[in-house]
Nanobody, 127 residues
Framework: QVQLVESGGGSVQAGGSLRLSCAASGYTLSSYCMGWFRQAPGKEREGVAIIASTQGTAYADSVKGRFTISRDNAKNSLYLQMNSLKLEDTAMYYC?????????????????????WGQGTQVTVSS
């Protein structure tokens, strides 16, 4: 059974940091495009960051310079280091996997071509 499980969410004050993890089981993620997405209450889901099998990355403008996506293929895991967190970063965060081509689509921010999704981990940033 293919599964993605996120962890590491929680509550933090503005300016703080969190590190999200995503563990894959049932398949080997090394050849997949992996991404982090988020959805705040009342808002549409949006792409946060993606990382290709080649380690190439892309970020949403809203998180550039603050968030870092990484992957450890040996551990079959994906990570998101979030620094300088802002109130507007509050959301449910999801990891997702898709074919190689998903990382080379301009519509990645909408989650296009990502077909394996985790259940999410909540991040709450307070003042």
């Amino acid at each position: 059974q293919v599964q993605l499980v996120e962890s590491g969410g929680g509550s933090v004050q503005a300016g703080g940091s969190l590190r999200l993890s995503c563990a894959a089981s049932g398949y080997t993620l090394s050849s997949y495009c992996m991404g982090w997405f988020r959805q705040a209450p009342g808002k549409e889901r949006e792409g946060v960051a993606i990382i290709a099998s080649t380690q190439g990355t892309a970020y949403a403008d809203s998180v550039k310079g603050r968030f870092t996506i990484s992957r450890d293929n040996a551990k079959n895991s994906l990570y998101l280091q979030m620094n300088s967190l802002k109130l507007e970063d509050t959301a449910m965060y999801y990891c997702a996997a898709g074919p190689h081509s998903a990382c080379y689509s301009n519509s990645w921010v909408a989650g296009a071509r990502f077909d394996i999704w985790g259940q999410g981990t909540q991040v709450t940033v307070s003042s």
